[in-house]
C-alpha cells in the first residue's frame, strides 16, 4: 500500500497528461501539444539539474552546455554526408545491417545517412566522457567558485559550438531528420504526430521523475543527502563523496543531452542559442523556484514558465516576467512555491 | 511527503487549468499578440473576411537593431493599408510575436501561428538561423514564407512557399569588390563577427576573391559583442592590407572604424551593407568619414534623379516612418516594408489563395521596393541583383553616393 | 614582431583591461561588506552609462555624470532594501540567483525605459579620431581617462577604508559581523551604503568606458561576466589586485591575438579563469583566508 503512496503524484502526473491530451483533442485545440511537448523536454533537463542542486547541492550554471552537446552531435551526424565512406567495406556492412542509409538531398545527389540511434548513442557516450572530464576538476570547488566554473565551461561549450564550422556556426544545424523509434513511432514535429510526439515527451518526463524518485529513497540517495547536508559528516561516516557528487554530475548530465537530442530531432534543428549562459540561467532559475530539492515543484514551476514563455504570452516583457518571479519567489518562498502553498494551507487551518 | 505531493499535485492541476484557459482566451482570432506593437491592429470589416498575416520579428533581445525597425514598419504599412479599405475590400489582421532572437521561439510560434491562428502568410523571421528553422515548418504547412533575413540557403535550395527581400550577399561582395578594382587595391584584410550575417559575408568575400583579384591577407572573426577591436587592428596592421573590409551588423561596425583612426590607419574602410543605419555613423563620429559600403538606396533618397523608380517610394517610407516613430530611417525595416507591399499587392493580383499567391509572386517583374527593383522568377525567390545596391560612402556625417 | 607592433599589442591589452579593472573594482565592495557576488554589477554600469548620455544634452558633461551617479547609486540603495535587506541568512546558491534575477529586472526595465539602440557618451577630450602616440604606437586619450579613474577610484576608496568612521564600520562588518553589531554598528545600513557605493562607482565606469565600448541596454552582462572573472583572478575583496589582473588578462589576450585567431581570445580568458580556480582559488594575489568565501 505504501508503495502506492509514494508513487501517487507520479501517476497523477501521468493521469493529467492523459486528461489534457483528451481534452484538447476532443475541443479540437491540439496545437497545445507543441508547446507541451517542448516544455517536457525542458522539464528533463530541470529534473537532472533539480537532482545535482538539490540533493547533492552543487549549483551548476552550465547545464545547457550538455543539453546542447547532446543536441549537436546527434544533429551533426544525422545531417553528415558519409557517402564516400558507403563505398568502403565498413559502410557496405553498415547499410547492410541498417545503420546507415542511402537517400537523396534536395539537389538530387546521392546521400549516405546514420540511422538516428547510432547518432543518439554516441551523443550520450560524447556527454558522458565531456561531464567526466569536466566533473572531476570542478566539484571540487564550492559557493562562487563552483558557480564561476561552471559558468566557464558552460562559456566555453557555447563559445565552440558558435565558431565551429562543423556545428554550422551562429546558424546551427537545421534540417534535423526524424528520430525512428519503433514502427510508426517517430520523433518529429511534423503535424500529424504531434500526439504521439507529445507521449514520447512526456514519457520520458515520467520516466526521468521516476528514476530521481527512486534514486532519492535508495542507499545513494540518502548517501547523497547526507553530503548535502555536511560533507565532512558524510565523508567521516565512510562516504566516498566525490565519487557520488560526480556520478550524480554525469547522470544529469545525461537527461540533458537525452533531453537535448530528443528535442532536436522534434524542433528539427539546434542552435548556438540552446548552449547560452542565459539559458543555463533560466534553468537554475526554475529549479530554484520550484523548490531546489522538491521534484514536483521543479515540474510545476518548468512546465508553467516554458509553456507560457513558448506561447509568448508575455510578449516583450517574457524577460522582466522570469526576472521578476524570480526574485519574488526566492524573497517570499525560498524552499519553492509548493512549500509556500503548505504554508499557507496549514495557517488556513489554524 | 504525501501532503507536498498533494499540494504539488493540486496546484498543478490548477495552475495547468489556468494557464490553458488564458492560452484559450489568446487562441481566438483577429486578435494581435501581447507585442511591443504601438497600435493594435483593427477589428475585421464586417463585409469581407479579413486575412491573417503572421509576423515573427526579433523586437527585443540582441536581434533588436534588426526586429524593431521590421516591426515598427510592418505595423505602419497594414495600418495604411487597412486605413485605405484594406486589399481588395479585405482588411489585413497582423498578429506580431517578439521571437527575441531565439530560433526555438520562432519554431514555437510559427507553429502556432499555422495551425492555431491559420495564417495566410508569415513574414519574417528577422535573422537567418530563426529562418532556417521554420523554413521547411512553413513549406510543409504549406504557408507562405517571406523573410526578412539575408543567407541565400533561405531561398536555395527553392522552396516553393518560402520568399525572402533582402539582397544577395554575393552582389554586395561583388560591388566591394568591384570598388577596390578601381582603386587598384588586391590585398585587404577581412573581419567579420560570429554571427549568421558575418558568417554568410565572410563565405561570400572568400568565395568571389580570385574572381576579381584581390588576395586576403589576414582573416579575423571577432565577438559579436566586442568592445575593443585594437588587438585585431594590430595584427592586421602587421600584414599591411591595402583596405579592410568588415562584414558585421552590430555595433561593432563603428567601434572598428573609431579604432581604425585611433591606431593612424590611412587604408580604407568597407563596411557591409549591415552599415545601413544612419546612427552607426553618429556613434562613429568624424571617424565614419570616407567609409564605402553597398547598400540599398533608402539611404540616399533625397539625392535620387527624379525619374529613378525608386525615388517616389522611397521618400514616401522615409517621411512616413520618421514622421511615425521620430527616429532615423534603417534599411533593415525596409525588408519588412518590401515583404508586406509583395505580399499586399500578390493577394490585390490573385485573391486569397496560397498556391495563386505564390504563383502571381514568382510573375512579378519590375516590383518597385525599398531595397530594390524586384524581378522574381519560378526558380528565383529572391528577386534581386546587383543593381540592388548603390555605393555609398560617409561625408560631412551623412549618406551620400560613392563616386570615384 | 617589431617593436612597435609588441608596444602596440600591450597598449591594445591595456586599453581593453582597463575595461575589465573598472568594472570589477565595483564587485569588490560589495563582496567585501556582504559576501554575496553582486550579478547585477553590470547593470549598475550599463545604467550608469545611459542615464548620463541622456542626460548630457541637458548639461554639461561633468555634470551630466554627477547626476548618473547619484542616481544609480539609489537604484543601487533602492535595489538593496528592496530585495536583499530581508534575508535571513541565505545559502550562496539564494544570493546568486536573486542577484541574477534582479540583473535579469534592471535589464529589461532599461530596454523599456529607454529602448534597444546603441549610444555613446562623447569622448571626454578629443574625438572618435584623436590617438595619442607613443614611440610609434597609438593609444586613444579616452582609456587615459579610464586608467586615471581607475587609479583614483583604488586610492580614495583605500583612502575611505583606511580613515574614515564609514569606512572602518564596513570593513568591521567584513571582518566579523556578530562583534560589528556588539560594537554599535548598524550593519544593515552598511550593507545598504555598500550596495549605493558599488553602484555608484559602477555608473562611473559606465560613463568613462561609454565612448569607447558604446552603450546599450544589453551590454552589462557581458561586461560584468569579464569583470567579474578579473576580480577572481585578482583575488576576491582587494580592488588594486581586481585592477592588476585587469590589465594582466588584457594584456595576455591581446598578445593571444598574435598567435591565435580572434576567436579564441574569450576562450583564453576562460582558461585562465578555470587554472586560476582549480588551482589557486584565493586568486593571483590572494591570500589562503581571503580565498576561503565569506558568510552573509
Redesign the interface.
Known amino acids: 500500500m505504501s508503495n502506492i503512496k509514494r508513487y501517487l503524484p507520479l501517476l497523477v502526473i501521468a493521469g493529467l497528461v492523459i486528461g489534457i491530451q483528451l481534452l484538447v483533442t476532443l475541443t479540437g485545440q491540439k496545437f497545445y501539444l507543441t508547446q507541451l511537448t517542448m516544455s517536457a523536454y525542458y522539464t528533463i533537463v530541470i529534473i537532472g539539474l533539480c537532482m545535482l542542486m538539490g540533493y547533492a547541492g552543487q549549483i551548476s550554471l552550465g547545464h545547457a552546455g550538455f543539453f546542447a552537446i547532446g543536441g549537436y552531435v546527434s544533429a551533426a551526424l544525422t545531417t553528415a554526408d558519409f557517402y564516400p565512406l558507403a563505398h568502403s567495406c565498413i559502410g557496405g556492412l553498415l547499410v547492410k545491417i541498417g545503420w546507415m542509409s542511402l537517400g537523396k538531398d534536395p539537389y538530387g545527389a546521392t546521400i549516405a545517412n546514420i540511422n538516428p540511434w547510432l547518432a543518439f548513442f554516441a551523443a550520450i557516450a560524447v556527454t558522458i566522457v565531456i561531464a567526466y572530464l569536466i566533473g572531476m576538476p570542478v566539484l571540487r570547488l564550492k559557493g562562487h567558485y563552483l558557480a564561476m566554473a561552471t559558468l566557464g565551461f558552460g562559456s566555453i561549450i557555447y563559445k565552440f559550438v558558435l565558431g565551429t564550422r562543423v556545428f554550422g556556426g551562429a546558424d546551427g544545424i537545421s534540417n534535423v531528420p526524424a528520430f525512428g523509434l519503433t514502427a510508426g513511432l517517430s520523433v518529429s514535429g511534423s503535424m500529424n504526430a504531434r500526439v504521439s510526439n507529445y507521449y514520447i515527451a512526456w514519457f520520458l518526463v515520467l520516466l526521468a521523475a521516476l528514476l530521481m524518485h527512486n534514486l532519492v529513497n535508495s542507499r545513494a540517495g540518502r548517501a547523497l543527502r547526507s553530503i548535502h547536508g555536511n560533507e565532512e559528516a558524510a565523508a567521516a561516516m565512510g562516504i566516498d563523496t566525490a565519487r557520488y557528487k560526480l556520478n550524480l554530475f554525469v547522470v544529469s548530465a545525461v537527461f540533458a543531452a537525452v533531453a537535448g537530442i530528443f528535442l532536436t530531432h522534434y524542433n528539427g534543428g539546434i542552435g548556438p542559442s540552446e548552449a547560452s549562459i542565459m539559458k543555463s540561467v533560466r534553468y537554475v532559475a526554475i529549479v530554484a523556484m520550484g523548490g531546489m530539492s522538491n521534484l514536483w515543484g521543479a515540474i510545476l514551476a518548468s512546465v508553467t514558465l516554458n509553456f507560457l514563455s513558448l506561447r509568448g504570452y508575455f510578449g516583450s516583457y517574457d524577460e522582466a516576467v522570469f526576472g521578476s518571479i524570480l526574485v519574488l519567489v526566492m524573497l517570499f518562498a525560498p524552499n519553492g512555491i509548493l512549500m509556500k502553498v503548505d504554508w499557507l494551507k496549514r495557517k488556513l487551518k489554524k | 511527503m504525501t501532503r507536498r505531493s498533494w499540494a504539488a499535485v493540486f496546484a498543478a492541476a490548477v495552475l495547468m487549468m489556468c494557464s490553458l484557459s488564458f492560452a484559450a482566451k489568446d487562441a481566438k482570432p483577429a486578435k494581435a499578440a501581447p507585442a511591443a506593437a504601438p497600435a493594435p491592429a483593427p477589428a475585421a470589416a464586417p463585409a469581407a473576411e479579413p486575412i491573417k498575416i503572421g509576423a515573427i520579428f526579433a523586437v527585443t533581445g540582441p536581434a533588436a537593431f534588426l526586429g524593431a525597425p521590421e516591426q515598427k514598419t510592418a505595423q505602419m504599412l497594414v495600418d495604411e493599408i487597412n486605413a485605405k479599405g484594406g486589399v481588395k475590400g479585405q482588411k489585413l489582421v497582423l498578429i506580431i510575436k517578439d521571437s527575441q532572437g531565439s530560433p526555438e521561439k520562432a519554431v514555437s510560434f510559427a507553429k502556432q501561428l499555422i495551425e492555431e491562428e491559420k495564417v495566410f502568410a508569415i513574414i519574417g523571421p528577422s535573422t537567418t538561423g530563426e529562418t532556417m528553422r521554420i523554413k521547411s515548418i512553413c513549406d510543409s504547412g504549406k504557408t507562405i514564407l517571406i523573410s526578412c533575413a539575408a543567407a541565400e540557403v533561405i531561398v536555395n535550395p527553392l522552396a516553393k512557399y518560402v520568399f525572402k527581400t533582402p539582397q544577395k550577399d554575393s552582389d554586395a561582395a561583388r560591388k566591394i569588390f568591384m570598388a577596390l578594382n578601381k582603386l587598384k587595391i588586391d590585398k585587404i584584410a577581412v573581419t567579420s563577427s560570429n554571427t549568421g550575417f558575418g558568417k554568410a559575408g565572410k563565405e561570400q568575400l572568400e568565395k568571389i576573391a580570385p574572381e576579381y583579384k584581390v588576395t586576403i591577407v589576414a582573416n579575423e572573426v571577432y565577438e559579436k559583442e566586442a568592445t575593443d577591436l585594437t588587438g585585431v587592428l594590430t595584427k592586421i596592421k602587421a600584414a599591411a592590407p591595402g583596405a579592410i573590409v568588415n562584414w558585421s551588423i552590430e555595433d561593432a561596425q563603428s567601434i572598428l572604424a573609431k579604432n581604425m583612426k585611433q591606431l593612424g590607419f590611412k587604408i580604407p574602410l568597407f563596411q557591409s551593407h549591415g552599415f545601413g543605419n544612419i546612427k552607426y555613423v553618429q556613434l562613429a563620429g568624424e571617424a565614419a568619414e570616407g567609409i564605402i559600403f553597398p547598400a540599398g538606396r533608402l539611404l540616399i533618397a533625397g539625392v535620387l534623379p527624379k525619374d529613378h523608380p525608386q525615388k517616389t517610394l522611397l521618400e514616401k517610407y522615409k517621411s512616413d516612418y520618421e514622421t511615425k516613430y521620430k527616429e532615423d530611417v534603417s534599411t533593415f525595416g525596409g525588408h519588412a516594408y518590401d515583404a508586406i507591399t509583395i505580399l499586399a499587392k500578390a493577394i490585390e493580383t490573385a485573391g486569397a489563395d496560397k498556391e495563386k499567391v505564390c504563383a502571381a509572386i514568382e510573375g512579378f517583374k519590375g516590383f518597385v521596393g525599398t531595397a530594390g527593383v524586384f524581378n522574381f522568377s519560378a526558380t528565383d525567390h529572391n528577386g534581386l541583383d546587383i543593381n540592388a545596391f548603390e555605393m555609398l560612402t560617409v561625408k560631412g556625417g551623412k549618406f551620400v553616393v560613392y563616386t570615384n | ?1 617589431s617593436f612597435d ?1 609588441i608596444l ?2 600591450l ?3 591595456i ?2 583591461g582597463s ?1 575589465y579593472a573598472i568594472v570589477a573594482i565595483g564587485f569588490n565592495i560589495i563582496y567585501n561588506t556582504t559576501g554575496i ?1 553582486n550579478f547585477a554589477q553590470g547593470e549598475f554600469v550599463m545604467l550608469g552609462g545611459m542615464t548620463a548620455i541622456s542626460l548630457s544634452p541637458f548639461m554639461p558633461l561633468p555634470a551630466a555624470i554627477a547626476c548618473a551617479v547619484i542616481i544609480t547609486a539609489i537604484v543601487g540603495a533602492l535595489v538593496e532594501l528592496l ?1 536583499i535587506r ?2 535571513k541568512s ?1 545559502s ?3 544570493m ?3 542577484t ?6 534592471l ?3 532599461a ?2 525605459i529607454w ?6 557618451l562623447r569622448y571626454f577630450t578629443g ?5 595619442i ?1 607613443i614611440f610609434g604606437a ?3 586619450p579616452q582609456v587615459l581617462w579610464v586608467l586615471g579613474a581607475c587609479g583614483a577610484m583604488v586610492v580614495l576608496l583605500s583612502l575611505f577604508f583606511r580613515y574614515t568612521l564609514t569606512g572602518r564600520s564596513m570593513r568591521a562588518c567584513s571582518a566579523n559581523r556578530v562583534a560589528a553589531v556588539l560594537c554599535g554598528i548598524s550593519v544593515k545600513n552598511m550593507v545598504t551604503f555598500s550596495f549605493m557605493l558599488s553602484a555608484a562607482i559602477g555608473a562611473i565606469a559606465g560613463c568613462v ?1 561609454s565612448p ?3 552603450t ?1 541596454y ?2 552589462g552582462t ?2 560584468a ?1 569579464k569583470g ?2 578579473v576580480a ?1 583572478l585578482g583575488g ?1 575583496g582587494n580592488s588594486t589586485a581586481a585592477v592588476a589582473a585587469g590589465l594582466l588578462l588584457g594584456i595576455i ?2 598578445f593571444s ?2 598567435i591565435l ?3 579564441y ?3 583564453i580568458a ?2 585562465i ?2 587554472a586560476i ?2 588551482f589557486k ?1 584565493a586568486g593571483l594575489f590572494g591570500s589562503r583566508e581571503a580565498g576561503a ?1 565569506k558568510e552573509f
Open positions: 614582431m607592433l602596440q599589442y597598449l591594445s591589452g586599453t581593453s575595461i557576488i530585495f530581508w534575508l541565505p550562496v546558491l539564494r546568486i540567483i536573486i541574477i534575477g534582479v540583473s535579469i529586472i535589464r529589461e526595465a530596454l523599456h529602448d534597444e539602440k546603441v549610444r555613446a574625438n572618435e579620431c584623436s590617438s602616440s597609438y593609444i586613444s568606458i569607447l565600448t558604446q546599450h544589453d551590454c557581458p561586461l561576466i567579474f572573472t577572481i576576491l589576450e591581446a591575438i598574435s585567431p580572434v576567436a581570445k574569450d576562450v576562460i582558461m579563469l578555470l580556480l582549480f582559488p568565501l
